[in-house]
Protein backbone atom coordinates (compact mmCIF):
# COMPACT_ATOMS: atom_id res chain seq x y z
CA UNK A 1 0.00 0.00 0.00
CA UNK A 2 1.50 3.44 -0.92
CA UNK A 3 1.34 5.83 1.56
CA UNK A 4 1.14 8.33 -1.23
CA UNK A 5 -1.20 7.94 -4.20
CA UNK A 6 -0.55 9.66 -7.25
CA UNK A 7 -2.95 10.21 -10.77
CA UNK A 8 -3.23 9.49 -13.12
CA UNK A 9 -0.38 6.81 -13.01
CA UNK A 10 0.16 7.25 -17.22
CA UNK A 11 -1.42 10.27 -19.31
CA UNK A 12 -0.93 11.51 -22.80
CA UNK A 13 -2.52 14.81 -24.62
CA UNK A 14 -1.74 16.77 -27.10
CA UNK A 15 0.35 19.95 -27.18
CA UNK A 16 -1.48 23.21 -25.83
CA UNK A 17 -4.09 21.23 -23.42
CA UNK A 18 -4.46 21.71 -19.63
CA UNK A 19 -3.63 18.69 -17.34
CA UNK A 20 -3.90 18.28 -13.49
CA UNK A 21 -2.06 15.64 -11.79
CA UNK A 22 -3.01 14.66 -8.28
CA UNK A 23 -0.99 12.81 -5.29
CA UNK A 24 -3.45 11.83 -2.35
CA UNK A 25 -3.09 10.43 1.25
CA UNK A 26 -4.84 9.45 4.25
CA UNK A 27 -1.82 10.93 6.43
CA UNK A 28 -0.92 14.31 7.27
CA UNK A 29 2.47 15.74 6.23
CA UNK A 30 4.92 18.64 7.47
CA UNK A 31 5.98 19.05 3.38
CA UNK A 32 5.62 18.02 -0.04
CA UNK A 33 7.98 17.97 -2.94
CA UNK A 34 7.30 17.70 -6.98
CA UNK A 35 10.26 16.33 -8.44
CA UNK A 36 10.72 16.30 -12.28
CA UNK A 37 12.32 13.04 -13.68
CA UNK A 38 13.61 12.44 -17.32
CA UNK A 39 14.30 9.08 -18.94
CA UNK A 40 18.32 7.82 -17.59
CA UNK A 41 18.29 10.98 -15.06
CA UNK A 42 17.64 11.02 -11.64
CA UNK A 43 14.71 13.46 -10.15
CA UNK A 44 15.10 17.07 -10.11
CA UNK A 45 13.00 19.31 -7.65
CA UNK A 46 10.79 21.40 -8.90
CA UNK A 47 9.20 23.33 -5.81
CA UNK A 48 8.68 22.48 -2.10
CA UNK A 49 5.16 23.45 -0.56
CA UNK A 50 5.06 23.53 3.57
CA UNK A 51 1.57 25.69 4.40
CA UNK A 52 -1.34 24.28 4.23
CA UNK A 53 -3.72 26.19 1.32
CA UNK A 54 0.11 27.33 -0.53
CA UNK A 55 0.37 28.09 -4.11
CA UNK A 56 3.23 27.99 -6.14
CA UNK A 57 3.55 29.13 -9.74
CA UNK A 58 6.32 28.07 -11.72
CA UNK A 59 6.03 29.22 -15.41
CA UNK A 60 3.12 27.24 -16.60
CA UNK A 61 3.47 24.86 -13.40
CA UNK A 62 1.46 25.00 -10.39
CA UNK A 63 1.77 23.58 -7.23
CA UNK A 64 -0.97 23.70 -4.39
CA UNK A 65 -0.85 22.04 -1.18
CA UNK A 66 -4.43 21.37 0.78
CA UNK A 67 -5.61 22.40 3.04
CA UNK A 68 -5.19 19.31 5.41
CA UNK A 69 -2.49 19.15 4.38
CA UNK A 70 -2.73 15.27 2.90
CA UNK A 71 -2.93 16.00 -0.68
CA UNK A 72 -1.50 17.80 -3.56
CA UNK A 73 -1.80 18.51 -7.05
CA UNK A 74 0.43 19.85 -10.40
CA UNK A 75 -1.65 21.77 -13.09
CA UNK A 76 0.17 22.37 -15.77
CA UNK A 77 -1.56 24.67 -18.52
CA UNK A 78 -0.47 24.77 -22.46
CA UNK A 79 1.47 21.80 -21.97
CA UNK A 80 4.76 21.33 -24.25
CA UNK A 81 6.39 18.00 -25.32
CA UNK A 82 9.25 19.81 -22.97
CA UNK A 83 7.18 18.98 -20.55
CA UNK A 84 7.35 15.28 -21.00
CA UNK A 85 8.58 13.02 -18.08
CA UNK A 86 7.95 11.19 -14.92
CA UNK A 87 6.65 13.38 -12.14
CA UNK A 88 6.97 12.44 -8.73
CA UNK A 89 5.95 13.43 -5.48
CA UNK A 90 7.47 12.68 -1.88
CA UNK A 91 6.20 13.99 1.48
CA UNK A 92 8.12 14.17 4.83
CA UNK A 93 5.67 13.34 7.83
CA UNK A 94 7.17 15.42 10.28
CA UNK A 95 9.51 18.39 9.53
CA UNK A 96 12.28 16.82 11.00
CA UNK A 97 11.34 13.77 9.15
CA UNK A 98 14.56 11.61 8.22
CA UNK A 99 12.81 9.79 5.58
CA UNK A 100 10.75 11.02 2.44
CA UNK A 101 7.87 8.36 1.08
CA UNK A 102 7.23 8.95 -2.55
CA UNK A 103 4.26 8.51 -4.66
CA UNK A 104 4.22 5.83 -7.60
CA UNK A 105 4.73 8.72 -10.62
CA UNK A 106 2.82 9.89 -13.43
CA UNK A 107 4.12 9.42 -16.56
CA UNK A 108 3.10 12.51 -18.51
CA UNK A 109 3.27 12.50 -22.38
CA UNK A 110 3.28 15.71 -24.06
CA UNK A 111 2.84 14.82 -28.64
CA UNK A 112 3.24 17.72 -30.62
CA UNK B 1 30.80 21.19 -8.44
CA UNK B 2 30.23 17.87 -9.88
CA UNK B 3 27.11 17.48 -7.68
CA UNK B 4 26.23 13.73 -6.69
CA UNK B 5 28.34 11.32 -8.95
CA UNK B 6 27.96 7.41 -9.16
CA UNK B 7 29.46 4.73 -10.53
CA UNK B 8 28.83 2.39 -12.44
CA UNK B 9 26.26 3.16 -15.00
CA UNK B 10 25.06 -0.27 -15.55
CA UNK B 11 26.39 -3.47 -13.94
CA UNK B 12 25.34 -6.96 -14.78
CA UNK B 13 25.61 -9.82 -12.25
CA UNK B 14 25.19 -13.33 -11.48
CA UNK B 15 23.03 -14.57 -8.34
CA UNK B 16 24.95 -14.85 -5.76
CA UNK B 17 27.67 -12.40 -6.63
CA UNK B 18 28.48 -9.46 -4.54
CA UNK B 19 29.34 -6.01 -5.50
CA UNK B 20 29.66 -1.85 -4.24
CA UNK B 21 27.60 0.53 -6.10
CA UNK B 22 29.88 3.70 -5.30
CA UNK B 23 28.40 7.47 -4.32
CA UNK B 24 29.73 10.66 -4.06
CA UNK B 25 29.10 13.69 -3.01
CA UNK B 26 31.21 17.28 -3.04
CA UNK B 27 28.40 19.64 -1.47
CA UNK B 28 29.62 18.99 2.30
CA UNK B 29 25.87 17.74 2.58
CA UNK B 30 25.05 16.07 5.38
CA UNK B 31 22.66 13.96 4.25
CA UNK B 32 23.00 10.85 2.33
CA UNK B 33 20.28 8.05 0.90
CA UNK B 34 19.96 5.08 -1.46
CA UNK B 35 16.88 4.51 -3.12
CA UNK B 36 16.01 1.66 -5.98
CA UNK B 37 13.36 2.66 -8.61
CA UNK B 38 11.58 -0.36 -9.77
CA UNK B 39 8.20 0.43 -12.66
CA UNK B 40 4.99 2.10 -11.01
CA UNK B 41 6.63 2.16 -7.52
CA UNK B 42 8.11 5.47 -7.40
CA UNK B 43 11.20 5.39 -5.54
CA UNK B 44 11.98 3.34 -1.93
CA UNK B 45 14.47 4.28 0.50
CA UNK B 46 17.13 1.46 1.28
CA UNK B 47 19.31 3.23 3.56
CA UNK B 48 20.40 6.78 4.64
CA UNK B 49 22.77 8.35 6.76
CA UNK B 50 22.54 11.50 8.90
CA UNK B 51 26.75 12.34 8.95
CA UNK B 52 29.66 10.47 8.85
CA UNK B 53 29.50 7.12 10.96
CA UNK B 54 25.83 7.61 11.02
CA UNK B 55 23.48 5.28 9.06
CA UNK B 56 19.92 3.95 9.21
CA UNK B 57 17.65 1.55 7.28
CA UNK B 58 14.81 3.26 5.12
CA UNK B 59 11.93 0.61 3.73
CA UNK B 60 13.84 -2.19 1.70
CA UNK B 61 17.18 -2.38 3.47
CA UNK B 62 17.42 -6.30 3.37
CA UNK B 63 20.18 -7.76 1.31
CA UNK B 64 22.46 -4.01 1.27
CA UNK B 65 24.67 -2.90 3.35
CA UNK B 66 25.95 1.26 3.56
CA UNK B 67 28.45 2.74 5.54
CA UNK B 68 29.36 6.34 5.88
CA UNK B 69 33.32 6.84 6.63
CA UNK B 70 33.86 10.31 4.84
CA UNK B 71 31.12 13.42 4.29
CA UNK B 72 31.61 12.89 0.63
CA UNK B 73 31.36 8.76 0.00
CA UNK B 74 28.13 6.55 0.56
CA UNK B 75 28.95 3.17 -1.32
CA UNK B 76 25.93 0.53 -0.96
CA UNK B 77 26.87 -2.95 -0.78
CA UNK B 78 25.14 -5.57 -2.39
CA UNK B 79 26.24 -8.92 -0.32
CA UNK B 80 24.48 -11.95 -2.53
CA UNK B 81 22.69 -10.80 -5.58
CA UNK B 82 19.31 -11.76 -6.91
CA UNK B 83 17.41 -11.23 -9.53
CA UNK B 84 15.12 -9.47 -7.08
CA UNK B 85 17.53 -7.35 -6.70
CA UNK B 86 17.31 -5.80 -10.48
CA UNK B 87 16.62 -2.63 -10.47
CA UNK B 88 17.63 1.29 -11.19
CA UNK B 89 19.55 2.60 -7.83
CA UNK B 90 19.77 6.46 -7.16
CA UNK B 91 22.14 7.89 -4.52
CA UNK B 92 20.76 11.40 -3.32
CA UNK B 93 22.24 14.04 -0.91
CA UNK B 94 20.58 16.83 0.89
CA UNK B 95 22.08 19.85 3.16
CA UNK B 96 20.01 18.74 6.22
CA UNK B 97 18.03 16.34 7.46
CA UNK B 98 13.93 17.55 7.15
CA UNK B 99 11.93 17.15 4.45
CA UNK B 100 11.78 20.56 3.15
CA UNK B 101 15.44 20.29 2.02
CA UNK B 102 15.84 20.10 -1.76
CA UNK B 103 17.56 16.84 -2.16
CA UNK B 104 19.88 16.03 -5.11
CA UNK B 105 19.85 12.73 -7.13
CA UNK B 106 22.76 11.56 -8.85
CA UNK B 107 22.32 9.91 -12.82
CA UNK B 108 21.17 6.32 -11.37
CA UNK B 109 22.80 2.65 -11.86
CA UNK B 110 21.08 0.29 -13.88
CA UNK B 111 21.73 -3.23 -12.22
CA UNK B 112 20.69 -6.49 -13.75
CA UNK B 113 20.88 -10.01 -11.91
CA UNK B 114 20.69 -12.83 -13.98
Known amino acids: TQLLEQSPQFLSIQEGENLTVYCNSSSVFSSLQWYRQEPGEGPVLLVTVVTGGEVKKLKRLTFQFGDARKDSSLHITAAQPGDTGLYLC????????????FGQGTRLTINP | NAGVTQTPKFQVLKTGQSMTLQCAQDMNHEYMSWYRQDPGMGLRLIHY???????DQGEVPNGYNVSRSTTEDFPLRLLSAAPSQTSVYFCASKLGTGGSYEQYFGPGTRLTVT
Open chain 2, 49 to 55: SVGAGIT
Open chain 1, 90 to 101: AGALTQGAQKLV
